[in-house]
C-alpha cells in the first residue's frame, strides 16, 4: 500500500523567506502527485499538479518538482508571505482510467511570521 | 471559478441515524469523488464514481456507505446507520477526467459529529 510522507510536520519561517517542504511516498508507480493547500475549516484547494512523466511544475511564486525513481517530490515557496501560512498536502494518485485514487501525506503545517 | 459546493457545513446526528451528505460537483466534470478526514489524520479515499457507477473504493466504504448520482447535478454520500466513528469532514471532489493532467476540485467539506 502506497505511504506518503511529509517533512517537517510544522514550519515556522519569517515573512520574506524562501522554503521547502518536502514529501515522499514509497511506490513509485505514481500516475501524477499533486499539491494542495488547506486553510482552517476548509476545503483543499489545488496547487499544482505534476504528472509522472514531468519533472516539475511552476506556478508564480511556486514551483514542485517530482523525483519518481526515489519517491520524492518537493514545494518550493519563494518570497513567503504571511498568507502563505496553511497547511500543505502533497497527495499521490495511482493509475486507474475510471478515476484516480488519491494517497494523502498529513502535511506541513505553515507558519510565516509578518 | 467554477467549484464544488457541499451541504451541509456541519452536521450534527445521533448515532444510528442516517446520514446524507450532498455535493454539487462542477458542471462538466465526469469524475466524482469522496474523501474524509478524521480529526488530526490523513484525508483518506472513500470512493470514485464515474459514468453512473462506483469505478473504485476503499476498505473504509463498507456496506453503510453508498453514493449516488439522483440527477444531473447533485452527487450524495449515504451513511445507513452511523456510527461513533463517523465523525469526520468528508470532502467531495471532481475531476474533468481522470486522466493525468486534470487536477481534482474539492468542495469545503462538510464536517459530521456523531453524538
Known amino acids: 500500500k502506497q505511504e506518503v510522507t511529509q517533512i517537517p510536520a510544522a514550519l515556522s519561517v519569517p515573512e520574506g523567506e524562501n522554503l521547502v517542504l518536502n514529501c515522499s511516498f514509497t511506490?513509485?508507480?505514481?500516475?501524477?502527485l499533486q499539491w494542495f493547500r488547506q486553510d482552517p475549516g476548509k476545503g483543499l484547494t489545488s496547487l499544482l499538479l505534476?504528472?509522472?512523466?514531468?519533472r516539475e511544475q511552476t506556478s508564480g511564486r511556486l514551483n514542485a518538482s517530482l523525483d519518481k525513481s526515489s519517491g520524492r517530490s518537493t514545494l518550493y515557496i519563494a518570497a513567503s508571505q504571511p498568507g502563505d501560512s496553511a497547511t500543505y498536502l502533497c497527495a499521490v494518485s495511482r493509475l486507474k482510467n475510471t478515476g484516480n485514487q488519491f494517497y494523502f501525506g498529513t502535511g506541513t503545517s505553515l507558519t510565516v511570521i509578518p | 471559478e467554477p467549484e464544488v459546493t457541499q451541504t451541509p457545513s456541519h452536521q450534527v446526528t445521533q448515532m444510528g441515524q442516517e446520514v446524507i451528505l450532498r455535493c454539487v460537483p462542477i458542471s462538466n466534470h465526469l469524475y466524482f469523488y469522496w474523501y474524509r478526514q478524521i480529526l488530526g489524520q490523513k484525508v483518506e479515499f472513500l470512493v470514485s464514481?464515474?459514468?453512473?457507477?462506483?469505478?473504485?473504493k476503499s476498505e473504509i466504504f463498507d456496506d453503510q456507505f453508498s453514493v449516488e448520482r439522483p440527477d444531473g447535478s447533485n452527487f450524495t454520500l449515504k451513511i445507513r446507520s452511523t456510527k461513533l466513528e463517523d465523525s469526520a469532514m468528508y470532502f467531495c471532489?471532481?475531476?474533468?477526467?481522470?486522466?493525468?493532467?486534470?487536477?481534482?476540485?474539492f468542495g469545503d467539506g462538510t464536517r459530521l459529529s456523531i453524538l
Open positions: 471532489a471532481s475531476s474533468a477526467r481522470g486522466g493525468s493532467n486534470q487536477p481534482q476540485h
Open positions: 511506490d513509485s508507480a505514481i500516475y501524477n
Open positions: 505534476i504528472q509522472s512523466s514531468q
Open positions: 464514481f464515474y459514468n453512473n457507477e462506483i469505478s473504485e
